[in-house]
């Protein structure tokens, strides 16, 4: 059974910066791609990165390209989340989600792709 436990969430003010984790468990995640996922109240959830496990390939939403970054660490099984100069309209609760796809494909920027989803992070931004 997949499990994904985020973390790293909290409260910052305008153009800081947090790092999300997503701990994950119960598969070898090597054929996996991996991706973050945002959904602020009444807005539907929606798209932020992805990367594919075994090469390491990254994508991004155009709102948070050149300020997030995702990674992963193969030996802790973890995929991170790194979001710098941070906005207002980033306040959402973020969420980690995985899909046993080799490929990455633009399906993966659907949130009815993914297999798995973890329970989410709260980050809000202060103004």
């Known amino acids: 059974q997949v499990q994904l436990v985020e973390s790293g969430g909290g409260l910052v003010q305008i153009g800081g910066s947090l790092r999300l984790s997503c701990a994950a468990s119960?598969?070898?995640?090597?054929?996996?791609?991996m991706g973050w996922f945002r959904q602020a109240p009444g807005k539907a959830r929606e798209f932020v990165a992805a990367m594919r496990w075994s090469v390491g390939s990254t994508y991004y939403a155009d709102s948070v390209k050149g300020r997030f970054t995702i990674s992963r660490d193969h030996a802790k099984d973890t995929v991170y989340l790194q979001m710098n100069s941070l906005k207002p309209e980033d306040t959402a609760i973020y969420y980690c989600?995985?899909?046993?796809?080799?490929?990455?494909?633009?399906?993966?920027?659907?949130?009815?792709?993914?297999?798995?989803w973890g329970r989410g992070t709260q980050v809000t931004v202060s103004s």
């Open positions: 119960g598969r070898t995640f090597n054929s996996y791609v």
């Open positions: 989600a995985a899909d046993g796809s080799t490929r990455y494909s633009g399906s993966h920027r659907l949130f009815t792709t993914y297999d798995y």
